[in-house]
Structure formats: structure tokens, C-alpha cells
């Protein structure tokens, strides 16, 4: 029990740091663009923004989801890799399927992958809708300061 529950935790922090690293890394790209985004940009440049930090989340949790699955596989918790890529995702999504589970001796390790898979999205839904928040916001601002001002310079 206090091994399983000594692997969730290293499991847990590990994709804790994971996540973090990789949302600074996302944050990092998209302050340092050669063109950051600015009130006075189309919608395309801003729908390309979101699209890339949509993509990125996918990357961070598809990174997340394969460590799981190859520390289930390390175990011989999972007969091979597909298969515990796949309890992995399901574990890691919260969809919990069940046509695929854990021996009775690592079963902690699936549970406590779950409520970390759901703590991660919820992060990751919060700072997507930060960004989205913040680009609406700088079209708000640019169009409120843009009635009765003349146009910005080209």
C-alpha cells in the first residue's frame, strides 16, 4: 500500500512539473513571437494563437498519459504498451471504460491517475480560457478606444 501509494505520488508530481514546464513553454512561445498579439490583429492571427496552444495542451497530456502507461507497463501491470496506453488514456481522462483494469496490487496508482487527469484538464481549460479571455479582451479594448479616435498608424 505505501509503495503504491509512494509510485501515485512520484507519479503526480512528475506530471505536475510536466504540466507546468509545458505551459511556461507555451507562454514562452507565444511572448517571444516574432509578431505578439496586439489589439489591432485579425481574428486569423488570434484563431492561429488559440489554435497552436489547443495543440500544445494535446502534446502536454498525450506526454502525460504515455508516462503513465509505460510506468503500467514497467510494473507488468499491463500484458504490453497499447494496452496500457490505453487503460492509461481512459484512467487519464476520467472515462474509466473498465473492459481493461489493474491488478488489485497496483489499482491505487489508476485511481489517483484519474483525479490527476482531472485536476491537469481542469489547469488546462483555465489557462486556455485566460488566453481567450485576454485576446477577447485586447479586441474589446481596441474597438472601445478605436470610436471617435482616429484609426492606429500602419
Do not use: K
Not at 501515485?8 to 509545458?22: E, I, K, P, R
Not at 489554435?51 to 508516462?67: D, K, Q, S
Not at 496500457?84 to 473498465?98: D, E, K, R, V
Not at 474597438?143 to 482616429?150: D, K
Amino acid at each position: 500500500m505505501i509503495a503504491n501509494l509512494a509510485l501515485a505520488t512520484a507519479m503526480v508530481g512528475a506530471t505536475v512539473l510536466m504540466h507546468f514546464g509545458g505551459l511556461l513553454g507555451l507562454l514562452w512561445i507565444l511572448r517571444n513571437r516574432r509578431h505578439r498579439l496586439r489589439p489591432h490583429e485579425s481574428a486569423a492571427r488570434q484563431a492561429t494563437a488559440i489554435l497552436f496552444v489547443v495543440l500544445g495542451l494535446v502534446a502536454i497530456h498525450t506526454c502525460e498519459i504515455w508516462l503513465y502507461g509505460v510506468v503500467y507497463l514497467a510494473l507488468g501491470a499491463m500484458p504490453d504498451f497499447e494496452t496500457a496506453l490505453y487503460f492509461s488514456t481512459a484512467s487519464f481522462t476520467t472515462i474509466g471504460y473498465g473492459d481493461v483494469v489493474l491488478g488489485a496490487r497496483w489499482r491505487m496508482v489508476g485511481a489517483i491517475e484519474g483525479a490527476n487527469g482531472l485536476l491537469l484538464f481542469g489547469w488546462s481549460s483555465a489557462f486556455l480560457i485566460s488566453l481567450t479571455g485576454q485576446i477577447r479582451t485586447l479586441e474589446h479594448d481596441w474597438l472601445e478606444q478605436r470610436v471617435g479616435q482616429a484609426p492606429p498608424p500602419a
